[in-house]
């Protein structure tokens, strides 16, 4: 008999999926991936024995998330398009990577997924085992299979007896992790119309909360957040408590039009308290301790990075050299940043590094100014020499 490792959320298409392959004649293992989406796994997976799964294999990935994924992101900069910043696309090389490590283990030769065909997380799951085992049929049942509509596929678990919810059906599509949510559909589909209230996750009631601005102090060492407010924290803890300090707030909501990679224009709602910012206090802290030139080169880095990441391109020679490059930029990025927290904002009011590149007594206009202002002159005639009429 064929085997399938079939990625499994728990939800609806998945469920059904794997009938679907039991009777086509597949073994199906369904796998189980806990990037902090807060799902109940108890039930998720009493469900997908229920629909005839042969095992489940659960892992919890939130910790290897956080050193192997977002750190190495949040180093490099990378934010899509300028405002996503990439919680979804982060997660799916790590999800689809341990499919793969849990296909072999299971002698399994296929995998499979439950993305559409309009969406960009088929490409990251297929490119990613494609770069990692090239041997292994990819399957995707949703592409291919007779159900034309929602409402077909609950008639087809009704009628097998798969155990699913549909009473408490979100008009809208969610996904979670650690990193943030993401919500699409439903009204939102709709680009002029404003995000309702219960479209957001973690962030909703932030408008009826009357909470006092504070300041919290974030700790770096070689560009990696190591502490919040003096206390050093594992990088799992230190989102987490980010996310729930600024859900607060309000803070990190996205609402924007996005390319995704098929080439189609999407209406994105986002929530990312902690991912928005430690991104701000990083960046403030860089440019604090890198010089200009590698500054504004990095920038370019940035934008690629985010690029790698949003197209499925992780497993990639590009993304590892630009990894080494970042490294190097993050030696001295070691400090403290003071982030000030109101209602939907949060901004940086101090930072403070022992490799900080400013010099108060350049910079002053005061009686401590040691620079000498007789020398612009000669400079600014030299800089304006190829272009003097």
Not at 90 to 108: M, T
Not at 253 to 261: A, G, T, V
Request: charged residues 30%.
């Amino acid at each position: 008999m064929k085997k399938v490792v079939l990625a499994y959320s728990g939800g609806l298409d998945t469920s059904v999926a794997i009938k679907w392959f039991k009777e086509r004649g597949y073994d199906v293992v369904a796998y189980m991936a806990d990037v902090g989406q807060e799902k109940t796994t108890d039930a998720a997976i009493a469900r997908a024995k229920k629909a005839g799964a042969s095992k489940v294999v659960v892992k919890d990935l939130k910790k290897k998330f956080v050193t192997d994924y977002i750190w190495p992101a949040l180093k490099a900069g990378a934010v899509y398009e300028g405002r996503y910043t990439l919680a979804t696309a982060l997660s799916r090389p790590l999800i689809a990577a341990e499919q793969v490590a849990v296909a072999h283990q299971e002698n399994a030769t296929s995998v499979a997924h439950g993305c559409t065909g309009k969406g960009n997380d088929q490409v990251r799951f297929e490119v990613t085992t494609q770069a990692l085992d090239g041997s292994l049929e990819i399957l995707a049942p949703v592409r291919e299979w007779e159900f034309k509509s929602r409402e077909e596929e609950i008639q087809y678990a009704l009628k097998h007896d798969i155990p699913i919810d549909v009473t408490k059906k979100s008009p809208f599509s969610i996904d979670k992790n650690i990193w943030g949510v993401s919500v699409e559909a439903g009204i939102l589909e709709d680009p002029n119309v404003e995000p309702p209230q219960d479209a957001f996750q973690w962030t909703r009631g932030a408008e009826k909360r009357n909470l006092k601005e504070q300041v919290i102090e974030i700790g770096f060492e070689k560009g990696v957040p190591v502490s919040l407010n003096g206390s050093k924290k594992s990088g799992l803890d230190l989102i987490e408590e980010l996310n729930a300090l600024g859900s607060q707030y309000g803070i990190g909501r996205m609402d924007m039009i996005e390319n995704r990679l098929i080439g189609i224009k999407s209406r994105e709602t986002y929530e990312a308290p902690a991912a928005t910012i430690l991104i701000q206090a990083h960046k403030d802290l860089e440019s604090l301790v890198l010089d200009r030139e590698l500054l504004h080169y990095k920038e370019g880095i940035s934008h690629k990075y985010a690029e790698l990441v949003y197209y499925g391109l992780w497993f990639t020679p590009l993304r590892s050299a630009l990894d080494a490059f970042v490294e190097e930029t993050q030696k001295k990025v070691t400090g403290t940043i003071r982030v000030k927290l109101r209602k939907y904002s949060s901004h940086v009011v101090g930072r403070k590094s022992p490799h900080s590149l400013y010099k108060e007594t350049l910079a002053t206009y005061s009686a401590k100014d040691k620079f000498d202002q007789k020398l612009a002159k000669g400079f600014i005639d030299l800089w304006a020499l190829p272009y003097k009429k």
